[in-house]
């Protein structure tokens, strides 16, 4: 089997999502942008692939997600402003967001599923493995998931997708894998996924969750992907071609996430992962938490 070898130094984040289900409040703000406690969601996805050593990262945008371009770029005027005060720790934190990583934004145009998204990649990832994260998924740092995918992939060649066990009633929302196990814990080899399968068709209970370190290979599978659910182009869809292989872009392997994860892709999700990080928060979390105690007794006593 012929590995890759070339450190992965790139992470493509597609952002170019409708938001569909946090309106209104995404009717001119991309959902990428609403608050998880005092930062935009797409920060932490940032900081994430930065963590990793991915510090050259693109964007798949589309309509109206301008304001992620000026949230990581430099503000003049409010740093400025903040200097003529003095106030050097929100001065940091402005300027924090535009000193990340080098980031680069493509449109996609058409919005024709995450599939479409990631060959919009292709001329800046070139014949490179790179990673996909998704924004909807946010994995804590103490949990360093991206940094594992990517030393799997170094080790096995072809392309790395995390993965999770749901309850089985839940696989139905997700991409499910088949899988057999390896030499280690974390690890398994796919060897089949479907998208988001009826019930009872599903081949496990492990869920496909929103990151990915792909072989380059990818992106010939994907123009050659016929629509899948929804009219899309699939990434499922591809991988699941690629899994079949062991050469030429193949094989797929999974790592099994058993940490922390907030999932911010609805709004109850949404609401309960910005009270976990406000909770552990050291500057918030005394406060809050002796608050939520509270408010929770009022209500079960009511």
Not at 89 to 94: G, K, N, T
Not at 142 to 155: G, K, N, T, Y
Not at 189 to 214: F, N
């Amino acid at each position: 089997m012929t590995h890759s070898r070339t450190r992965i130094s790139k992470a493509v984040i597609p952002a170019a999502g409708l938001g569909t289900r946090f309106l209104p409040a995404t009717k001119a703000t991309p959902k990428e942008m609403l608050p998880v406690v005092d930062k935009p969601a797409i920060q932490y996805v940032v900081e994430e692939a930065v963590s990793a050593r991915l510090s050259d990262v693109l964007m798949i945008t589309g309509r109206n997600k301008r304001p992620l371009e000026d949230h990581f770029d430099r503000n003049y005027e409010l740093e400025e402003a903040l200097t003529r005060k003095g106030d050097e720790s929100r001065l940091a934190r402005v300027r924090e967001s535009s000193d990340l990583a080098t980031i680069h934004y493509v449109r996609q145009g058409d919005p024709r599923g995450l599939g479409h998204a990631v060959l919009c990649a292709e001329p800046h990832v070139g014949d490179q493995p790179f990673a996909v994260l998704l924004g909807d998924d946010l994995i804590d740092p103490r949990d360093p998931l991206l940094a594992r995918m990517i030393d799997v992939q170094e080790q096995h060649g072809g392309s790395v997708i995390a993965l999770m066990e749901v309850d089985p009633a839940q696989i139905h929302m997700y991409g499910s894998a088949a899988i057999v196990p390896t030499g280690d814990r974390d690890v398994v080899r796919v060897t089949d996924l479907v998208e988001k399968p009826d019930t009872g068709q599903a081949p496990s209970s492990y869920a496909v969750i929103g990151r990915y370190v792909l072989d380059p290979a990818v992106f010939e599978v994907l123009k050659k992907t016929e629509p899948g659910r929804n009219g899309e182009i699939q990434l499922t869809d591809a991988l699941r071609e690629l899994s079949g292989r062991d050469v030429h872009g193949g094989p797929v392997h999974g790592v099994v996430f058993r940490g922390r994860r907030y999932d911010t892709g609805d709004r109850g999700d949404y609401l309960r992962a910005i009270v976990r990080l406000a909770c552990e928060r050291d500057d918030l979390g005394p406060e809050f938490r002796s608050w939520l105690r509270s408010y929770v007794t009022e209500e079960m006593q009511e």
